[in-house]
DNA sequence: AAACGCGCCTGCGGGC
DNA sequence: TGCCCGCAGGCGCGTT
């Protein structure tokens, strides 16, 4: 999936496209994704105006006119392709939502990891989803100080830690490599044993990584398309996300691929020493 | 109670 | 060519 700033970046297509309009009507054509698809979900929010299009964590959050939410989460291969038109449906899509004005949008999902459903209450954080998330990585509020309170008693390693969601949400099993490689800080090494400088340097990289993806269209890798069918660009500038043996940018050394909590890192030995 | 590891599901590419 | 295995932007759950 997706991580943060390809979340961002649909959410930025969708916005222009959907605000002001309302569903005339939402067809599920397969249910079972992550959680299934309530059976009522275009007669709980057909007709009602769309007045916010929101990201939280990775999460797509539409708030409607009748204190309704509608909820999207694009897992790992999932995707929204806009058309203005009745589009052609294939095999791995899963909702078909009618607009107003005509428009048509697709949710399509290969894994079947990702989720949508609709909050009644639009205070997110009285939904099971949402409750538990951390802060956004992008606020004020995940600063140098904050990471180091959360994280000096932790032994954990710091990429699991960063990538866990109630310490902040967001950063992905990509840009946590690429975070870490910016801040010269190994991904093995436990949260407890980074200096608040090194921290404070984290946080930054970690933001600028974010930005910087967000301002390219995200990352397109495999599966994960912008709402228009385009690529997102950011995965040109990777640095260290699926170079395994590729020389560091800054070194030279082949960088290294080790597995941490089931998922790959990848990192540059000598760069990013414990 | 934090932390691990597994399962959810499908497709693709590499190795044999 | 074909089969089998490992792996993939995430997340929640049960178990330690």
Do not use: W
């Not at 569903?23 to 397969?30: G, K, V």
């Not at 100080?145 to 960063?162: G, V």
């Amino acid at each position: 999936m997706p991580e943060l700033p390809e979340v961002e970046t649909v959410k930025n297509y969708l916005e222009p496209l959907l605000k002001g309009q309302s569903f005339a009507e939402i067809e599920i054509l397969n249910p079972n994704l992550r959680i299934p698809v309530p059976d009522d979900l275009s007669e709980k929010l057909a007709n009602h105006k769309i007045e916010q299009v929101t990201r939280r964590a990775k999460y797509l959050a539409i708030y409607l006119e009748n204190n309704s939410v509608l909820v999207i989460h694009l897992g790992m291969t999932g995707k929204i392709f806009a058309h203005q038109e009745l589009p052609d449906t294939d095999k791995h899509d899963h909702l078909l939502f009618r607009l107003n004005n005509g428009d048509y949008l697709r949710f399509n999902d290969v894994r079947k990891f990702g989720l949508v459903t609709y909050l009644n209450d639009n205070d997110l954080t009285k939904s099971k989803l949402f409750s538990h998330l951390g802060i956004e990585p992008l606020s004020d509020e995940f600063n140098g100080k904050y990471l180091r309170e959360i994280s000096k008693n932790s032994n954990l390693e710091i990429k699991k830690f960063i990538m866990e969601q109630k310490n902040v949400v967001g950063v992905g099993n990509i840009y946590a490599s690429e975070a870490l490689f910016l801040s010269r800080i190994n991904p093995t090494r436990p949260s407890s044993k980074i200096s608040q400088k090194d921290t404070d340097n984290l946080v930054k990289n970690i933001k600028g990584v974010l930005e910087l993806a967000i301002s390219k269209g995200g990352s397109t890798i495999k599966d994960y398309r912008l709402v228009t069918g385009e690529s997102g660009y950011f995965q040109h500038e990777f640095k260290t996300y699926g170079k395994e043996n590729n020389p560091c940018k800054i070194c030279s050394t082949p960088i290294k691929k080790i597995v941490q909590g089931g998922r790959s890192t990848f990192y540059c030995p000598k760069c990013q020493k414990n």
